[in-house]
């Protein structure tokens, strides 16, 4: 029986380099190593899990028989979102430790102030904290707004 505590839904992410990925993490967004297992032989990381801000995040290094990283695929279409105190501060310490700026931080309509940057093993993420409490009910009002100023102009 495992000593260590698991949440019911956790990410697992594939990265080259996964030693490096865990200094990263480290260093951009405070995350601590929980362990890792590696093969003596490679090095490379079979499996890791880093606590993050009281989550986990597991990953692993690429093997290509068993999974792929970002870099591989070409993109990921998916986005981690972490809230973090500040996002200006958090996506300049992000980008300090090696990230690549996608969004500048800025206001949004459902009531965070939010930004994005890429990590450098290929991941995305959304670094926002809250500025504004805002119902469902304003967050629909305010995103159809939003999307009739983004509207192209009618033919006529």
Same mark, same amino acid.
């Given at each position: 029986?495992?000593?260590?505590?698991?949440?019911?839904?956790?990410?697992? +992410?594939?990265?080259?380099?996964?030693?490096?990925? +865990?200094?990263?993490?480290?260093?951009?967004?405070?995350?601590?190593?929980?362990?890792?297992?590696?093969?003596?032989?490679?090095?490379? +990381?079979?499996?890791?899990? #880093?606590? #993050?801000?009281?989550? #986990?995040?597991? #990953?692993?290094?690429?093997?290509?028989?068993?999974?792929?990283?970002?870099?591989?695929?070409?993109?990921?279409?998916?986005?981690?979102?972490?809230?973090?105190?500040?996002?200006?501060a958090a996506i300049e310490k992000a980008v300090a430790a090696g990230a690549t700026p996608l969004m500048p931080a800025?206001?949004?309509?459902?009531?965070?102030?939010?930004?994005s940057v890429r990590d450098p093993f290929g991941h995305e993420w959304m670094l926002q904290h809250e500025i504004e409490?805002?119902?469902?009910?304003?967050?629909?009002?305010?995103?159809?707004?939003?999307?009739?100023?983004?509207?192209?102009?009618?033919?006529?």
């Amino acid at each position: 029986m495992s000593t260590l505590a698991y949440p019911s839904f956790s990410p697992y +992410i594939t990265v080259h380099d996964a030693s490096k990925a +865990i200094a990263f993490y480290n260093a951009a967004f405070g995350a601590t190593e929980r362990f890792r297992l590696a093969d003596e032989s490679s090095g490379k +990381i079979g499996h890791a899990e #880093l606590d #993050l801000q009281g989550s #986990l995040l597991m #990953l692993s290094d690429e093997n290509p028989a068993w999974n792929k990283s970002p870099q591989t695929l070409g993109g990921t279409p998916v986005k981690f979102c972490l809230m973090v105190e500040n996002a200006d501060a958090a996506i300049e310490k992000a980008v300090a430790a090696g990230a690549t700026p996608l969004m500048p931080a800025s206001d949004q309509f459902y009531g965070f102030r939010s930004g994005s940057v890429r990590d450098p093993f290929g991941h995305e993420w959304m670094l926002q904290h809250e500025i504004e409490k805002v119902s469902p009910e304003e967050m629909q009002k305010r995103w159809n707004d939003m999307l009739g100023k983004c509207q192209p102009p009618k033919e006529k």
